[in-house]
């Protein structure tokens, strides 16, 4: 019997806008792993996980999703944390903080099912990252995040970075965007928080560039990668011959070969990225509106002078005016 529609999602004829009431209550862009929480069930479902190592923590909700599925100790590596986060975790006793930065701290930690890979979105990084957990956690499962553009194929570096000159290249403050190859001021920009590689493509750049070559370095080892086209791409990289491998490819395949997941994905990040121009257009217009304001505003400050310094002079400025009629006999 086929599948009935999920007609929740309308709405219904009573309440005609619970889709539209739930479009606006979501942020402009999505970007959080918590909307792929149905991939990390379905990952939970195939794997037997009790210890989590995530590295990049958001805000802790999508740790707390981990502990929710059944992990029984969840290593959150941030180096910076907030008081909130660290409030959040706190209140968690499943979670526990890690200040160290990875990479070196993987090799300090116990060995996790599940690896959680969204802090630094370059090729350094990375490759350090999935180099150590292929070696040492050959049964587990790693999901990375910003797997597709922007990052696929261009390094980010937090600012201030931590890597060496050489295990960098040359960044700028501008960013991408989908409607041209070049960096641009009016394109995804970190606004201080992050550069961007000048250049994309080539080696050693971008994290599913980090990601082929672990595959191809480690392929003795039969590990694999599915990539599921939403929300900046979710990677989910694990070894063929692990327990229960051939049904999580099973399972992980309608979203993986989604070319309506693809498209729309296309489609999410070229209107996003011209939303952003026009945020830049508006600026720089406005800015030019007040440029203009101040400008006329001197001005006239310099004639209402002007005039005074006539009028002490004794000189009609009315009269001396260009233009004036003179009513002399």
Known sequence: MPARP??????SRDDPHAQARRARQQPLLLHSMSVFREIFEIVFAHRAISTVVEVGVESGQVSGIYAELGASTVYCVDPAPSDQLRATLTANPTLQLVETP??????????GELYVLDGDHNYAVLAAE?????????????????VLWPWARRDLYYQPSRLDPDQRHPDSA???TVWHDDLTPAGFVGAGAFTTARHAGGDA????TAVEDALSHHQD???????????????????????AAAELTAA????????LLHAMENNRIALYTRVLQMQYEAAAHANDADQLANTVAAQQK????????????????????????????
């Open 102 to 111: 990875s990479p070196q701290v993987l090799s300090e930690l116990p060995v």
């Open 302 to 329: 310099h004639i209402a002078r002007l005039q005074a310094q006539l009028s002490a002079a004794g000189i009609d400025t009315d009269s001396a005016a260009p233009g004036a009629t003179s009513t002399s006999a």
């Open 205 to 208: 750049n971008g994290v599913l």
């Open 252 to 259: 992980l395949g309608p979203y993986s070969n989604s070319r």
């Open 221 to 243: 080892d039969g590990w694999h990668l599915e990539l599921v086209p939403a929300i900046f791409g979710m990677g989910i990289v694990y070894r063929r011959a692990s327990p």
């Open 6 to 11: 999920n007609l929740d999602v309308a709405g």
């Open 130 to 146: 999935l180099d150590w957990i292929m070696a040492h956690a050959p049964d587990a499962a790693i999901v990375l995040h910003d």
């Open 174 to 176: 501008d960013g991408p």
